[in-house]
């Protein structure tokens, strides 16, 4: 794909990735970085680009591709530091300090 036919694709197509991206995600800032990593996904898979297909749902399903998957990341990301951080709240405590937090059994 050269650059001019680079060009012809996102003016045929770059306003209804770019509103489905901000329907997506829900956010202008996000919806930018999905559009354009959308596109430069595109650019890198260009050979399994069939322009005489429906190029157009290709870009929508690569956006949802690349949605679900910043927000699978996000969600382990969250996990792991949720994990982290409660792995070092228990180094800091001595067994001593910790059966004093314990109820006692009457």
């Known amino acids: ?8 694709f996102i003016a045929e197509y770059g306003a209804d990735i770019y509103s489905f991206c901000c ?13 354009q990593e959308t596109f430069l ?13 429906s190029p157009k749902s290709y870009l929508l399903s ?4 690349l949605w679900k998957n910043q927000r699978r990341k996000a969600g ?11 792995g070092q ?3 800091e405590m001595s067994p001593k300090d910790s059966s004093d937090d314990l109820p006692s059994r009457k």
């Open 89 to 91: 709240e228990d180094t």
């Open 1 to 8: 794909m050269t650059h001019v036919e680079m060009e012809q």
């Open 76 to 86: 382990w990301r969250k996990r792991i530091k949720d994990t982290e951080y409660y």
């Open 41 to 53: 996904r595109a650019v890198e898979k260009q050979k399994h680009l069939d322009m005489a297909g």
């Open 62 to 65: 690569v956006a949802v591709y």
């Open 23 to 35: 329907c997506l995600t829900g956010s202008r800032q996000e919806a930018d970085d999905l559009y």
